[in-house]
Nanobody
Framework: VQLQACGGGLVQAGGSLRLSCRVS????????MGWFRQAPGKERVFLAA????????YYSTSVKGRFTISRDNAKNTMYLQMNSLKPEDTAVYYC???????????????????WGQGTQVTVSS
C-alpha cells in the first residue's frame, strides 16, 4: 500500500486548505484511512479516520466541526478539508491506512501500518 499526500501550504488564520491522499491499493475498499499530524517538538496525534467501504468517519475533538474527512472511490483518494484554521494547526500532516478501523486509530496508543510522506501546513496569525 502506497500513500501520497499533497495539498499543504501556507495559509492565514481563519483560512482553509484541502489535503489529498492518493492510495495505490487494489483492495482499498478493505481499508480504513485517516489523518494524523505532528507539530514541532510534539508527538504525532490522530485527527480523523474513515472506513472506506461505508464512509463511516471519526474525528478527534480538537478538529471536529472544523475538519472534514472524505473519500472519492473513483480516484482512490482521501481528502481532509480544513476550515477555520488556527496557528496551532501548524504541523506536518500525514495520511495513513490500515486494515483495521477503531481504537487502533484514536485510542491512547495508535497502531497504523501504512503512512504517507507528510505534507507541511503552516497557519500564520
Amino acid at each position: 500500500v502506497q500513500l501520497q499526500a499533497c495539498g499543504g501550504g501556507l495559509v492565514q488564520a481563519g483560512g482553509s486548505l484541502r489535503l489529498s491522499c492518493r492510495v495505490s491499493a487494489e483492495t482499498v475498499n478493505n481499508f480504513a484511512m485517516g489523518w494524523f499530524r505532528q507539530a514541532p517538538g510534539k508527538e504525532r496525534v490522530f485527527l480523523a479516520a474513515i472506513k472506506w467501504s461505508v464512509g463511516t468517519t471519526y474525528y478527534s475533538t480538537s478538529v471536529k466541526g472544523r475538519f472534514t474527512i472524505s473519500r472519492d472511490n473513483a480516484k482512490n483518494t482521501m481528502y481532509l478539508q480544513m476550515n477555520s484554521l488556527k496557528p496551532e494547526d501548524t504541523a506536518v500532516y500525514y495520511c495513513a491506512a490500515d486494515a483495521k478501523y477503531g481504537s487502533s486509530w484514536w485510542g491512547p496508543v495508535f497502531s497504523v501500518n501504512y503512512w504517507g510522506q507528510g505534507t507541511q501546513v503552516t497557519v500564520s496569525s
